[in-house]
């Protein structure tokens, strides 16, 4: 309003004289235009000119003084330019924008939306008023319909069990109470393929090699099943699930010894080794450390290879889900001791394949 009437002001004074001395008064409109011009680009030599809004004003008010036909000569825009001018004065006369930014209901903070998300992530059984209530707790009223709304921008849906665990988070929620369990093969000099079946806790990681075979039977797997049950003892009460494949050898018996432990039988999908990585793994291990080394001469040596691995793997090689402890170790067991003056005793596995290394007592 104020800039209105200044301009107003400035028009009509500047408007006086040109009825007055029409000649001198428009040499003189073009001489403060030229001055203004100059003072302009003197400001911006650096850059493209840009007319702020004093420049503005003062153009405007002296082009009413300016004839038309010395307008290309002298003056340093076209009448469209002061017309756009005009209308981006009015229009921001009219702009409620500001205003309407101030109204309504204040925006949710991006901490917080962060810490919905992050809740409905970390907890998928969380409704979006659990989720309301909980955020309630930790002191940040918000609506549950704000809740709600922030999920479904996200892409989650606000319902419960959003998703349901993966393989992988059921496997490490349920580690303690699982044994893995999976065949895998060894080829004698003679080019005879034997049959051996591997158990291994998740837990603990405890490796066990059941027995080796030409015929991996029904009977035979039932048999080593009974003889781990047996050798396991009252470790079994601990156990809740079994986890093996879909292969035909195992058979209703196999997983009756297991039941009747109440141990629940988990089958993977059909080609799907990962569902059982854990055991795969171990076998690969097996595999790199031991039998890609040592030309198997029968069934017995074969025995005695696993049987040797078995104890080192159980009992001295170092794990990195345990901290890089054996399963078979305690965490408290483990001192540091000073190297200095002692002398390092080294035991050999397999005709020295494997090494194993302690200080002297």
């Not at 810490?115 to 909980?134: F, S, V, Y």
Request: hydrophobic share 40%; glycine share 6%.
């Amino acid at each position: 309003m104020i800039l209105s009437m200044l301009y107003k002001v400035a028009r009509k004074l500047l408007s006086v004289p040109g009825v007055l001395l029409r000649r001198d008064t428009s040499k003189d409109a073009e001489l403060l235009v030229l001055r203004h011009e100059n003072a302009v680009l003197r400001r911006q030599l650096a850059g493209p000119v840009r007319y702020e809004s004093a420049d503005r004003f003062w153009l405007a008010a002296l082009s009413n003084l300016m004839p038309r036909c010395r307008w290309r000569e002298v003056f340093p825009v076209t009448p469209g330019t002061l017309l756009a001018w005009h209308r981006r004065l009015i229009a921001a006369k009219w702009d409620y924008s500001a205003r309407r930014a101030r109204t309504g209901r204040p925006p949710t903070s991006a901490a917080l939306r962060k810490l919905i998300l992050q809740l409905a992530r970390e907890n998928p059984g969380w409704g979006h008023r659990r989720i309301q209530g909980e955020l309630a707790r930790l002191g940040h009223p918000i609506a549950a319909s704000t809740v709600w709304k922030i999920l479904h921008m996200a892409g989650i849906d606000p319902a419960p069990r959003r998703t349901g665990p993966t393989w992988t988070e059921f496997l490490t929620h349920q580690a303690e109470g699982i044994i893995a369990v999976d065949f895998f093969h060894l080829d004698t000099v003679l080019g005879r393929r034997l049959y051996a079946l591997a158990f291994l806790e998740h837990s603990t990681r405890r490796l066990h090699i059941a027995g080796v075979t030409v015929h991996p039977t029904r009977d035979w797997a039932v048999q080593q099943a009974r003889n781990l049950a047996t050798d396991l003892g009252t470790r079994m009460e601990s156990l809740r699930f079994l986890l093996r494949d879909r292969d035909s050898k195992y058979g209703q018996s196999f997983d009756a010894v297991f039941e009747a432990e109440e141990i629940e039988i988990l089958k993977t999908a059909p080609r799907a080794p990962r569902m059982n990585a854990h055991c795969e793994r171990v076998i690969g291990t097996i595999r790199r450390e031991a039998l890609d080394h040592v030309l198997i001469m029968n069934e017995a040596h074969a025995r005695h290879v696993l049987a040797t691995y078995q104890r080192h793997y159980n009992e001295h090689r170092p794990h990195q889900a345990l901290n890089q402890l054996p399963p078979g170790a305690d965490q408290q067991s483990i001192a540091v001791h000073e190297s200095e003056g002692r002398r390092l005793l080294r035991t050999r596995v397999l005709g020295g394949l494997i090494n194993e290394y302690r200080y002297a007592a």
